[in-house]
C-alpha cells in the first residue's frame, strides 16, 4: 500500500502597503517633500521609464515583508511611470531606486538616520540626500566603488542621475533644473501662474488700446477725406 504524503502549502507573504508611520511630522517637512517629489516629477513628465513617488514603501527582497523602507522622496530609472502600493523590486526587474530624498524632521534620531544610511547602502542606492531645514543643512553621499561616498561640499551640487543643482545659501534648500528654473511649491507655482495671466491681460489691454487709437486715427482721416471731396478736392492730390 502506497502512503501519500499530503504537500503542505506555504502561507502567502503580505506585503502591506502601509508601515502605520506619517508621511511627516510637521508642515515644513511635508512642503518640502512635496515640493521635492514634484519637481523631480515635472522634470521627468516626458520620460515614461522614471518613476517617481514620495513615502512609498520599498521591499528589495521577495519573501522577505519585514525588510523595508518608506524614502521622503525616490527616483527610479528605468521603470514606468503608474500607481503601486508599493515598491516591490523583484516585480521591477530587480531595479533599485537609484536616487533617495530624506527631509530630518524633529522625531529623527541619529540612530535611525544611520540605520537609513546602512539601508540604502546595502541595497544599491546611487544618490542619497539628507536635508535638515532647522539648520538648513544639507548632506549628500554618492555611490563608488561599491559604497556611498560622502559628498565633501554640498553647496552648487550637481546630481549626476537628476542633473539637478542644490543651493542652500538663501537659508531654505532650493533645487534647480538643468534649464536653471527653481523647483517651486504649489502656492509659488499658483502665485507665478496668476502673474503670467495678469501678464497677459495688460498685453491684451494695451493691443486693444493700440488697435482703438488706429481706428480713430482712421476714422479722422476719413472724415478729412469726405469734408475735401465735398469741397471738390481730390484727398490724393494733396
Known sequence: MTTTIPTQTLPEIIYPDSDGKPMSDNTKQFQLIVKIQGGIDALFKDNENVFVAGDLLWYPVEGDNKTRQAPDTMVVFGRPKGDR?????????????QVVFEIISPGNRMTAMFKLFKFYDNYGVEEYYVYDPEDNEL????????KLNYIESMEGWVSPRLQTRFETASGDLEIYRPDGLKFLSYVELSRQMEQAQQQMEQERQQREQERQEKELVQQKADRLSEKLRE????????
Open 139 to 146: 548632506m549628500g553621499w554618492v555611490r563608488s566603488d561599491g
Open 85 to 97: 502600493g508599493s515598491y516591490q523590486q523583484w516585480l521591477e526587474n530587480n531595479i533599485a531606486p
Open 231 to 238: 469741397m471738390g478736392i481730390n484727398p490724393e492730390d494733396i
